[in-house]
């Protein structure tokens, strides 16, 4: 944590009033948090809630306000049920939450916590575990940085939110769903290898839906902070031989043949995500060798 620490922007990381929670029911508990993967981003003890009893439902209900507030653009937001039934009862619910006393005003009136209420979530992840050996799906990533003016964002809550989830539920591998064009696109492709799985996904609500593969390598995130390209990324990919447009129907859905062709597996490069306009046209990489 001491390195990632010198980023003035991240400091709260190490803040007494902003800790990571688990909202997870007693028998999915991880009996060895965090043992997959060494990293010392995490090392303030989580807040523990028990999403199965009466008292805690009020943290349920802020976690669903900011969910609800951060998908109302996309609309997408979690019906309670699903909450309960794919993501508290199968898998894995964590994030950062704010000590009261730290939340601002329009923090609190987006979160509304019950009067006797310690501890606000701030951001949220959800993984569930998936039939194919070792790999989770991610069901949800939100913050309360893009629904609160800027001067009061959290730098990295989201990014962090997901990191803290993968470690301390030792997530090797994760599938995930997104949108081309996202500004999440930029946090998903830093946490290591990026292979997209679906360009075009008719069978979703919006075919324009992404939906990737990763292999969890803690090496990737410090990168998220400190914009580098990951050095050995040339050594290891190369150009595919074509683009994607993620504003181009036909583009996506030439991808997608092409994935569905089989034999190849195709990789998006983060740096280029990161350091170009979110609807730019990127280079699709093969793994070398
Ligand atoms: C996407 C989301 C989770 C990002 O979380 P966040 O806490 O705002 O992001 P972080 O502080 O961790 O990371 C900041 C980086 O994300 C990217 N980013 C975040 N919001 C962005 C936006 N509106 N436009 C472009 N890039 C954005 C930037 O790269 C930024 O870093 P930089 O300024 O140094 O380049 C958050 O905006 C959110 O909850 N959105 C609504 C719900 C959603 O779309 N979830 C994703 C579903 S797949």
């Given amino acids: 944590m001491s390195e990632l620490l010198k980023n003035p922007r991240l400091q709260w990381l190490g803040s007494e009033f902003l800790r990571p929670y688990v909202y997870v029911r007693p028998e999915n508990r ?47 937001p979690m019906p309670r049920w699903v909450f ?58 939100c913050s309360i940085n893009s629904l609160v003016p800027k001067e009061q964002s959290i730098y990295g809550l989201g990014f962090l939110s997901k990191a803290f989830a993968l470690w301390y539920a030792n997530v090797e591998t994760l599938c995930g769903i997104t949108q081309w064009k996202s500004p999440a696109v930029r946090l998903h492709t830093h946490y290591g290898d990026f292979e997209v799985l679906t360009a075009y996904t008719p069978v979703h609500s919006y075919a324009h839906t992404l939906t990737y593969r990763m292999s969890t390598n803690v090496l990737e995130w410090k990168r998220f902070f400190t914009h580098e390209q990951d050095p050995d990324f040339e050594k290891r990919f190369s150009p595919a031989g074509f683009e994607v447009d993620p504003q181009d129907e036909n583009s996506l859905k030439s991808f997608q043949t092409k994935l569905e062709a089989g034999g190849t597996r195709y990789f998006l490069n983060a740096a280029q995500i990161r350091s170009q306009p979110l609807d730019a046209r990127l280079t699709v990489y093969v793994r070398k060798g």
Wanted: aromatic letters at 12%.
């Fill in 84 to 141: 309960y039934d794919c993501a508290i009862m199968p898998g894995f619910v964590a994030g950062f939450a704010i000590h009261r006393s730290k939340a601002t005003p329009e923090m609190i009136k987006i979160l509304q916590p019950a009067d006797s209420t310690e501890w606000l979530p701030v951001s949220l992840f959800i993984c569930i575990p998936a039939m194919a050996h070792k790999e989770w799906i991610a069901h949800n990533l």
């Fill in 30 to 76: 991880i009996a060895t948090p965090g043992q997959s993967f060494k990293t010392d981003w995490f090392k303030m003890s989580p807040i523990y809630k028990n999403p199965l009893r009466m008292d805690e439902v009020d943290f349920a209900d802020q976690i669903l306000r900011l969910e609800t507030h951060a998908f109302a653009a996309s609309n997408m």
